[in-house]
């Protein structure tokens, strides 16, 4: 299978990105990145590489390596622009996140949307995870004029992980983990057509799902469309993501 992975040229998050390609890869699929102009390698937010706070907050040493492996492939060293995706080529398509200011570009772009509109009326397995969920919120579909999401369960990054990641490092990282002024679970809801078709998850702060642990994560699946709240998710979401498609 091709599954599409768009980008933003910098500061997407390290293990929403490394986790699925990894896993993906060894299942034998092909992950094809995209960013907005192509050709330049992206590059991943560098706090999270090296610790948001005195050495702590970031990637987890697996997903770390992942990236590292990552940057070395072909794919990712040379990306396509988003303007020369052709949605109906690929087989799935993954949509990750992130939250420091680069990720705007990727978040707000109609040129991403309009691609992702055209894949999701494929019906083929879209996932998204944390702050690439508010791509579809965002993405509107042109026959109901509404969010392509609006009439699915979904889940995202909640409000009280942005909002206590926030509290806790403001001090030295000001609006670090406040990528816009509306809470992330805030805009994602309003483009459902019932608030109770967003689901929380458990309360879950500190531990984060493995390669053999899947207890502390969550996802939600709706038909072909698999939603996650944040990196501790990306195992799990990545290993149905990969049942999705096949």
Known sequence: MRVLLPLPDRDFDVTEVAVPWRLLRDAGHDVVFATEHGGLPPQADPLLLSGVLFGQ???EPEPKEFYRELTGEGAFRDPLAWEAIEPEGYDGLLLPGGHA???RQYLGSPVLQTKVARFWATGRPVGAICHGVLVLARTIDAETGRSVIADRRTTCLPKYMERS????TAWRRGRYY???PAYVQDEVTAALDDPAQFERGPIELR???TATDDTPAF???DGRYLSARWPGDAYLFARRFTALLE
């Open 57 to 59: 907050l970031g990637a």
């Open 101 to 103: 200011p680069g990720m």
């Open 165 to 168: 990641a926030y509290y806790l």
């Open 178 to 180: 406040r990528t816009y």
């Open 207 to 209: 531990r984060r799902g």
């Open 219 to 221: 996802v939600v699946q």
